[in-house]
């Protein structure tokens, strides 16, 4: 019962073309993970981005509201003095 020389020999390559195979993947996912731990943290530096300029827009909007609140009470104020205004002046024509 002797074992062939070509049957060693592929079995020696196989066996070998195995543990390539296996550090290659080990290696493909260690640069996988790289790459993917290095997208994950762009995309959480653009997350925090988005989140500053959304509360600078908030902050803008509540400056916004009071400014209009503002105004909206110096019209009235304006408009009651207009009527007083009003009423002064007609009063004095006739």
Do not use: C, P, W, Y
Request: charged residues 35%; glycine residues 2%; negative net charge.
């Amino acid at each position: 019962m002797s074992i062939e020389i070509a049957v060693v020999i592929s079995a020696a390559a196989f066996i070998v073309s195995l543990v390539q195979a296996v550090f290659n993947m080990r290696r493909a996912n260690r640069s996988d993970s790289k790459e993917d731990s290095a997208q994950l943290t762009t995309v959480i530096v653009k997350l925090e981005s988005i989140s500053d300029d959304t509360k600078e827009i908030k902050g803008d909007l509540r400056d916004v509201k009071s400014d209009l609140k503002d105004h909206s009470e110096r019209l009235v104020k304006a408009e009651q003095q207009i009527k007083v205004l009003e009423k002064n002046v007609f009063k004095r024509e006739e």
